[in-house]
């Protein structure tokens, strides 16, 4: 494999540890001579304090104390002069003596005979440098100054043995490090070979599972995170293969579903072209008759004209009927095709608004407009004309208290919800879901009046859903809105 989880696996490892190493490596380069200078410089430092203390306390010349000086001059490879006010070397732990006393003798007489090159820290009473003797031509971290008793002192010790250790130091890592990054590659090698072995048979067993086949099963043994893994694999096997058979099952009863439904959508459309085809020709024949005696075929004028009239008018609201039957069976039924463009809604409230006036002055009510122009929709603008035409003369036919009828555009979030609302009676709670459905009627006699068929909402209801769109309807103390969303 190409990408072979193992390769990678050792490539991982060994870079990291490559990596590690290396950084090992440069810090050891750039900070280990600092880090023995500063040590150095403590050092100096505490062998400072305790020869301040000793000369405080007059226990400087005392065999201890020597033996202790030429026990710490050797341990730390410090040399040391103290020389007294007189100018006598009271201590010294080094042969070149006379060296470091020239040396100290130039600080006492404020001369130099060194090379400066970095001053670590200075106070009245010393100063710590790193400095370079010209005249050995060697570098050196040096402590000069006296101490509390007034007593003169040089401390030196070279920095050349140091700049030995790093590089013998960062010598031997470089050894180590290489010997311990193709050691280590090697046993990772051979133990990710442990590691991608259970990976690979889980591999088979997901590839057997996914052409169905569950009956491979992972030998797990319990003992870390793959086996962990395997055990799941193993459970998501049985319960994969009892949820495909739970699925046959469901797709057979769901089938069989489909297939009754398919048979009563079947039913409902033939009802539907049956009625609408076996009333026009009746209401056709009915219109025609009507007509005829009005012109004159009944003897009695007066029975004549109000049997006429009564004939017409049943003919008319049985037509309408048909025509909104045809209109709800071509949108439920995806005969009439919906034609999506954007137009200004606004303009289509104003048209319908305009056109429904003279009917809202017959029914004595008050129309009212709140619509901003313009406001842009996506939609079917003669499909939306015949909504928001059902919902006006819906609200029309139920005015009552004030008598006014209020027709709304708001735009929110990247919507525009259009409102037709109307004073009167609230719409009991029960009936709130069902009319919308075909030929329900809340108040059957008041419907009556009015020659409602109980199809209007039924054809808002198609519409909108065949345009993606929202509706409903809500109850206020003093009248009912019925509201859709484009």
Request: proline share 1%; net charge negative; with cysteine.
């Amino acid at each position: 494999m190409k990408r072979s989880f193992r390769r990678q696996l050792t490539m991982i490892f060994t870079a990291v540890m490559a990596g590690t190493l290396l950084l090992i490596f440069f810090s050891g380069a750039v900070f280990l001579e600092k880090y023995y200078i500063v040590d150095k410089k403590n050092q100096v430092m505490e062998a400072y304090e305790k020869f301040n203390t000793a000369a405080t306390e007059g226990t400087m010349d005392t065999e201890e104390f020597k033996e202790s000086l030429q026990s710490f001059s050797m341990t730390d490879n410090i040399s040391v002069i103290i020389m007294g006010t007189d100018g006598k070397v009271r201590l010294y732990s080094t042969r070149d003596s006379e060296r470091l006393k020239f040396q100290l003798w130039n600080y006492i007489l404020d001369r130099e005979s060194v090379e400066m090159t970095k001053i670590l820290e200075e106070t009245p009473e010393y100063v710590i440098r790193q400095s370079r003797d010209h005249m050995v031509g060697m570098e050196y971290l040096e402590m000069i100054g006296t101490l509390d008793s007034g007593d003169y002192f040089i401390m030196r010790s070279p920095l050349e043995s140091i700049r030995d250790s790093v590089m013998l130091s960062n010598k031997f890592y470089i050894g180590i490090g290489i010997a311990a990054i193709v050691i280590s590659a090697i046993i990772i090698y051979l133990f990710s070979r442990k590691v991608t072995k259970p990976v690979m048979e889980l591999a088979d067993i997901s590839k057997r599972m996914t052409a169905l086949d569950f009956d491979a099963k992972f030998e797990s043994k319990g003992e870390n995170e793959i086996d962990v893994l395997g055990e799941h694999m193993n459970q998501l096997s049985e319960a994969l293969e009892k949820t495909i058979s739970e699925l046959k099952t469901a797709n057979n009863e769901l089938r069989r579903d489909i297939e009754q439904k398919e048979k009563i959508d079947q039913m409902r459309k033939e009802f539907l072209s049956n009625v609408s085809h076996e009333l026009k020709t009746p209401l056709a024949l009915i219109q025609g008759y009507a007509e005829g005696l009005k012109d004159g075929i009944s003897e009695d004028p007066e029975s004549r004209e109000y049997y006429c009239e009564v004939i017409i008018d049943e003919a008319q609201k049985m037509n309408t009927m048909v025509k909104k039957l045809l209109t709800l069976n071509e949108v439920e039924f995806g005969q009439d095709t919906v034609s999506m463009e954007r137009f200004n809604v606004a303009e289509l409230i104003e048209g319908v608004a305009q056109s429904c006036s003279l009917l809202v002055q017959q029914k004595e009510g008050k129309l009212r407009l709140k619509v901003e122009n313009p406001l842009y929709v996506w939609s079917d603008e003669l499909k939306i004309e015949e909504v928001l035409t059902n919902y006006i003369s819906n609200a029309c036919n139920h005015l009552d208290c004030e008598r006014i009828i209020e027709i709304k555009a708001e735009q929110k979030e990247g919507k525009v919800r259009i409102s037709v609302f109307n004073t009167g009676k609230q719409i009991p709670e029960e009936d709130m879901e069902r009319i919308w459905e075909k030929f329900y009627k809340v108040d059957k006699a008041h419907t009556r009046e009015y020659g409602g068929s109980g199809i209007g909402l039924s054809i808002v209801k198609a519409i909108m859903e065949s345009v993606n769109g929202s509706y409903g309807v809500k109850n206020y103390m003093n009248g009912v809105e019925f509201w859709f969303e484009l």
